[in-house]
């Protein structure tokens, strides 16, 4: 009995032995992220700066005033009135070509006034210039503004630039682990 009891320990510690002790080593793979830096190609554009000769901005308004307005019969007075909207100071003029009657039963003509005297306006600043006309329509003017210089940028072309940039990737990667015997013989 004392061989039947020792046999049975014996089989006993065995047995918690392949169950429970881990003593084979075994390879298995898993995923993992990493960073790396990768090399790309962008275009990138070729810019160069230029100079242009503008005119001064203006904002021009324009009403006719009748007799109503303490002007003789049969005239009109046009008033135009042009405001520096630009951001710099300048000349301005206003040169007129109004309608005028030529005489019984022909037409009206358009014939120039003189040239209009510039006047320096500031930015924001308005001014005023009125003409008596013989008829309702404000007939064609013209506007002279000084000219400022501009700078401008053109694109004249692409080149290609490297830049890198992080990004993250996945690889497989071989561990180790020990296992029992019996976790072994059931899935290795």
């Known amino acids: 009995m004392k061989i039947g009891i020792i046999a049975g320990v014996i089989i006993l510690i065995l047995a918690l032995v392949i169950c429970l002790v881990p003593l084979k080593t075994v390879a298995y793979t898993v995923t993992v992220d990493y960073e790396d ?18 005119n ?15 002007i003789p019969s049969g005239q009109y007075l046009i008033v135009v009135e042009i405001t520096n909207t630009d ?6 003029s ?15 003509e358009g014939l120039p006034y003189p040239p209009g005297r510039p006047e320096l306006l500031a930015p924001g600043e308005t001014m005023s210039q ?10 064609d003017y013209s506007i002279e503004t000084s000219t400022k210089t501009v700078e401008n940028t053109r694109v004249v072309g692409t080149r290609q630039v490297e830049k890198q940039r992080t990004v993250t990737r996945q690889r497989q990667e071989i561990r180790y682990k020990k296992v029992t015997l019996l976790d072994y013989l059931l899935h290795y």
Do not use: H, K
């Not at 951001?87 to 301005?92: E, I, K, L």
């Not at 009125?130 to 007939?139: D, Q």
């Open 37 to 54: 830096t990768e090399t790309y190609y962008e275009d990138e554009p070729i810019t160069e700066i230029y100079y242009e000769t503008v």
């Open 56 to 70: 001064l901005q203006c904002a021009v308004t324009t009403r006719i005033v009748g007799e109503e307005g303490g």
């Open 87 to 92: 951001t710099v100071s300048g000349n301005f």
């Open 94 to 108: 206003l040169n007129w070509l109004c309608l005028v009657p030529t005489g019984i039963g022909i037409p009206m």
């Open 130 to 139: 009125n003409r008596l006309n013989n008829a309702p329509e404000i007939g």
